[in-house]
């Protein structure tokens, strides 16, 4: 699940707009697609000054847990990576695989107005400086920074399959995982067939790790 996913989720469960919950939920995705890891890190919390801003990075990787167990989720992202291997390093398929379907995922809920528009309120609260990041980061105020860029670029549009093509190219480069530009025709199509398949299954998969986490 991506940043926009682990958002909805953290708001379904915890019934509330809390923003620094919220925003903490989406820390750890969100830090690595705004390219601002070098300015983050994760602790056990002895030195966060916000506490539920704490406990959403601790909801976060518990939500990546019930949602990397579904089922549907597990076949989806084996369907994905089949399908890659046939134009593409099989690395770089699996990596392909594992990230685009939580991006895909982004674009499910991106349909949804009201969860823009939450994630909005939260991003522009945390731009503001009223969630403070210490303890979270190195340099509290360049992640502040980079957050502040991100409201000013908007919410990417994760709805469409070739922008979800070019964030994995973005994300892949500079890793081990090769991925020539020459292969973002193949994979914006095999996206569309894959964002197909994610939209059958979004509500299903969204309710049934809410359902889990509330448990």
Partial sequence: MNFLGHHEVARSVSGDDNPAFLFGSMVPDFVGMARLKRDYKYNNGDDVTDRQLYAGIRFHYKTNDRFDESEPVKELERAMIAGFKKFMPRWTAVQCGRVGKDILFDGYVIKQPMVVESYQNTLGIAASGLIVLTGIAESPEGLLQGVQMMEQLGLPDYADPEVVAHRLYRRLTGT??????????????AMTEHQATVFEIGSIVMDEVVEKLAA
Avoid: A, N, T, V
């Fill in 176 to 189: 081990r995982s090769e991925f020539s530009p020459d292969l973002l025709p193949h994979l914006s199509e």
